[in-house]
């Protein structure tokens, strides 16, 4: 949705230059404005991000100023973006996701935008996904402040919200607003009926992002005061804020933890997960809308024994829920930061904060959850495949499947893989039996329309800050790597940076 383009925006600074100043004025300012709104300009890193922690030394109203000067510039459409997207010459980035060709596979996780002020700011840095929320249905204020806490040192944070939202209410009525500025821009007219057509398809996007190649994913929550062992409850939060946001989600998401109660067995452990994951996905299909949102569970990086996760994946298989988001923040600190690294007193005591923590550090940790849960994901399909005439083939156990899909998917998989073996050193012959195996029974491309059938996808967050890792995670088997922390860390540049390192990874790939 580009409000005003660029063209008006200069014709603006012509107007002032008759006015005011000269020519040369003019030129100043047309290349300051090209320069300042593209996300590849330096001054996103190396001024905005320390002016920004200098005027505001709390780390919340740090984040309140940015989110408010990207909504002001953008609705003067003089927003940052990214204008090489499609000229990024080389490698192809794009992904097959939920039957979408996405333009990439990086997303901007959950927290940046709790209330869906700038879900199209953030599209226009240039990922493919941006998920808005969590939003709860009743406001809810979370936690007392402070409660965002900076380890600059680590490129780190700690967090505490509590889950701060206007409820789910609220979001509904920003993101309505927003699909009905869409309509009347593109002249489908306003008003409900414009609405509806957008929302149904009518106008050739998806009705979340409102852009062709991303989604939008809302992330949904409970209200602090509902209490987890009331199931019924629980599970009415979640559908209440189904039926208020489904609308205008390409992708919902949910919060699932599975407990690690000694002595609880399997089932008594996914009882309950099933039953309100059922409750979402249950009314995320009836949502009155012609094509239902997706819907897909965050999984906490600490619940990470074996009978969790094995839980957790039942739960997914049975409730019908379409994938997962591996990773988030962590409460741990065992570990956590090299013995060798010498932290400042001040940032010692930060660390001790309560809360989540964000941060590089936890980049090992979301590869080798996403390793797992793409291979108990494969190993459990609902149900049995169907018969075929051909011997069986099982779903290889390799985690080496970032893309489920036809044409460009093809592409990356396979330059993925190359790049994944180059960075490797090895003969990557873990990879080799992917393609070594699908060939033996089935055609290359029946096996995929089976897998495409069967298979969960799996989005990454946790860790990821450069385009190596983003590659590395996408070849563990994840279709998406989501980033919030390397972003505050790195400046609104920090998405076409990435993409700018996984493309040149995998050109390197494929020279050698
Ligand atoms: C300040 C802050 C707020 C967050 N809020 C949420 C949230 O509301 N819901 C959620 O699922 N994750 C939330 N997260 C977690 C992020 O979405 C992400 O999963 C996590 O930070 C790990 O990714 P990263 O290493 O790229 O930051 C938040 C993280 C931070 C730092
Ligand atoms: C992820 O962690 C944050 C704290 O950083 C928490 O508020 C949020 O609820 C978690 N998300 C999910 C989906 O569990
Ligand atoms: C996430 O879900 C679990 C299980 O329902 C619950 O215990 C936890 O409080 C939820 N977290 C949030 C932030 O909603």
Redesign the pocket.
């Known amino acids: 949705m580009q409000v005003t383009s660029p063209a008006d925006a200069r014709s603006l600074v012509t107007r002032l230059k008759n006015l005011l100043f000269g020519a040369s004025i003019f030129l100043f300012g047309a290349f300051s404005y090209l320069y300042i709104t593209d996300t590849r300009a330096g001054v996103h890193q190396w001024l905005a991000v320390p002016v920004l922690r200098w005027i505001y030394p709390d780390a919340e109203d740090a984040h309140h100023a940015g989110t408010a000067t990207l909504k002001a510039l953008y609705s003067f459409g003089i927003h940052p973006r990214e204008r090489n997207s499609k000229a990024q010459d080389g490698a192809d980035l794009s992904v097959e996701v939920f039957g979408h060709k996405l333009q990439n596979p990086i997303g901007t996780s ?2 940046i935008d709790k209330l869906a002020e700038i879900p199209d700011a953030l599209l226009a840095l240039g990922p493919a996904i941006v998920e808005v929320g ?1 939003a709860t249905p009743y406001p809810q204020d979370g936690n007392p402040k402070p409660r965002v806490f900076r380890l600059p040192s680590q490129k780190a944070l700690i ?5 701060n939202s206007l409820g789910a209410e609220d979001m509904a009525m920003r993101l309505r607003e927003r699909v009905r500025l869409f309509a009347y821009h593109n002249g489908y007219g306003i008003g409900p009926e414009a609405e509806e057509l957008v929302l149904n398809g009518g106008a050739g996007v998806p009705p979340g992002s409102l852009v062709e190649g991303k989604l939008l994913a809302v ?1 949904i ?1 409970k209200n602090k005061f509902t209490k987890d062992e009331d199931l019924d409850a629980v599970r009415r939060d979640y559908v209440y804020c189904v039926e208020k946001l489904a609308p205008y989600a390409d992708i919902l ?5 599975s407990p690690n109660t000694p002595g609880l067995r399997t089932l008594q452990r996914v009882e309950p997960l099933t039953r309100i994951l059922e409750g979402v996905v249950g009314a995320a299909k009836s949502v009155n809308r012609k094509t239902a949102p997706k819907v897909m ?4 990086p600490d619940e990470d024994q074996d009978e969790q996760i094995e839980g957790i994946v039942e739960a997914i298989w049975r409730s019908g829920v379409d994938g997962v ?1 591996v990773g ?2 962590t409460k741990r600190r065992h570990n956590l930061i090299p013995q060798h690294v010498d932290l400042s007193p001040k940032e010692r005591q930060i660390l001790d904060e309560q ?2 923590f ?1 941060g590089p550090h936890m980049f090992e940790r979301t590869l080798g959850l996403v390793k797992r849960y793409r291979r108990l994901l494969d190993e459990r399909p609902p149900v049995p495949p169907p018969p075929k005439p051909e011997p069986v083939v099982k779903p290889s156990p390799s985690p080496a499947k970032p893309v489920a899909g036809p044409a460009s998917a093809d592409v990356i998989t396979e330059t993925i893989e190359s790049a994944k073996e180059s960075l490797a050193g090895s003969s990557g012959a873990g990879s080799a039996e992917v393609g070594g195996s699908l060939v033996d029974g089935l055609t290359r491309d029946q096996a995929r329309q089976e897998q495409q059938h069967e298979q969960k996808v799996i989005f990454a967050t946790g860790g990821i800050t450069n385009g190596k890792q983003a590659l590395e995670i996408l070849n563990a088997g994840a279709s998406v790597a989501q980033i919030y922390t390397a972003l505050i860390y790195g400046g609104l540049g920090t998405v076409s940076r990435i993409k700018r390192e996984m493309t040149e990874e995998m050109e390197m790939a494929r020279k050698n």
Do not use: C, D
Not at 159 to 163: A, E
Not at 297 to 300: Q, R
């Open positions: 959950a927290g969590g967090n505490r919200y509590g889950l992330q929550a998401v949910v919060n699932v933890s569970v965050k999984v906490s988001i988030n923040t809360g989540g964000s």
